[in-house]
């Protein structure tokens, strides 16, 4: 009999209202229909993995946006957690929002079932950053979803924002204009006080209309020493309002860092529900179909819905390691790589903090604060 491992859960909601332009990720114009037809799917796949989930430590409802959704789909979603399975009780149930989706209705509903953190998608309270990114909210709308969430009866928000954002017009990496803006919206963000802050540096992903519009010079985007001196302006400015760094694009008040990304991370496992979610169980990696209609089918005739399963290799597992282990400001426990990959690596190490990118303390192996904006090029030299 297969003993019940995994604490964490993550379910996928791939729903908007309209696709932003630097989007990726696997989302689709919402319709009431499908989505009925969806969460009945979904529901059944919640179920169907009896055998792997235990006591549910965090649930992390992600998209998309979930907060489309009709209150009472939403209210089946949960309930057929809780209907199934044990759920800790001090359980950390996140759910994805964006500001048109909210109001102040919903938002009772959503904490009556029992979510407990929202993770709001704001992006900018720039007009002009919010219609290039192809966004449907306004920033009077962010600030009113900002607000409603501060007064109601949730008590862990986090905001997501971006920065770097592409430009009609080259610019210059000693304009200061494109500075002072993202310092305004970060002080703006911090009056409302929100547990939980995340910032992502734009980047143009293939196949969005972005990455076309950078590609054919109809868009610009910002010089890279402007992006890296507005990363670390705002890890100046969050940490003097007492959010604490603890993951590259994370920072939080004490005790408000989001437990389910920290066991992602910490390489734990989870498992992923819905189209397009991944799995990590017990060394392996697999992924759900990620077309919506297919998946709801396969789900419908009990057809399987993973296309993509690996049992990753030692060397597969040292990278991820160093992947996810380096993010977190803390570092990586050096006890947990193997000595004989440590040893080859140690060239490589040795190098990165001569060149004052990594350093080692505590016997955890962490970037420096000059090694945070070059991340990528740190783990790239590490991995094997
Ligand atoms: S709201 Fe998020 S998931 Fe939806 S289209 Fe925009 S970026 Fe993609």
């Known amino acids: 009999m297969e003993i019940s491992i995994v604490n964490y859960i993550y379910i996928h909601i791939p729903f908007c209202r309209k696709k932003c332009l630097y989007c990726d990720f ?8 499908v989505a009925e037809k969806y969460i009945a799917a979904i529901i059944k796949e919640i179920v169907a993995q009896k055998s792997l989930i235990s006591k549910i430590k965090t649930i992390y409802i992600g998209g998309g946006t979930p907060t489309v959704l009709k209150k009472d789909l939403l209210q089946k ?14 359980v950390e149930i996140t759910i994805e929002a964006n500001p048109e989706s909210i109001n102040s209705e919903n938002i009772e509903n959503i904490h009556s079932f029992g979510i407990n953190r929202i993770s709001l998608g704001i992006q900018s309270l720039i007009n002009e950053d919010l ?19 501060k007064a109601s ?55 969005t209309p972005l990455y076309d519009a950078v590609k054919s010079n109809r868009l610009f985007m910002p010089d890279e020493n402007l992006v890296a001196e507005m990363y670390y302006s705002a890890k100046e400015i969050l940490e003097k309002f007492g959010y604490i760094h603890y993951e590259i694009s994370n920072f939080a008040k004490s ?5 389910h990304n920290l066991n992602y991370w910490g390489g734990k496992d989870y498992i992923g529900i819905g189209a397009g979610a991944h799995s990590f169980v017990k060394g392996v990696r697999y992924s759900n179909m990620t077309d919506v209609s297919g998946y709801i089918t396969a789900i ?11 049992k990753l290799t030692p ?50 192996l962490r970037l420096t604060y000059k090694g945070l904006i070059l991340s990528s090029y740190v783990m790239l030299r590490l991995i094997l």
């Open 77 to 90: 979603l949960i309930t057929s957690i809780t209907d199934n399975y044990e759920v800790e009780e001090q």
């Open 315 to 364: 060397k597969e597992q040292f990278n991820e390691l160093i992947f996810l282990g380096l993010r977190q400001i803390k570092g990586l426990e050096i006890n947990r790589i193997p000595q004989n990959i440590f040893k080859e690596m140690e060239p490589a190490i040795k190098e990165l903090i001569d060149y004052n990118l990594l350093d080692i303390k505590d016997n955890y």
């Open 26 to 33: 696997n989302s689709i114009s919402f319709d009431s229909n």
């Open 131 to 149: 219609i290039m990114l192809g966004r449907i909210h306004n920033a009077d709308k962010a600030i009113e979803a900002l607000n409603l969430i």
């Open 255 to 259: 005790g408000y860092e989001c437990r």
């Open 300 to 310: 419908e005739n009990k057809m399987p819905t993973i296309i993509e399963s690996a």
């Open 153 to 207: 009866t949730f008590k862990n928000l986090s905001v997501d924002l971006i920065y770097g954002i592409a430009r009609e017009l080259p610019i210059p990496s000693s304009s200061n204009e494109d500075m002072l803006l993202w310092q305004d919206t970060l002080l703006k963000i911090i009056s409302i006080n929100p547990e939980h802050i995340s910032l992502y540096e734009l980047t143009p992903e293939y196949d």
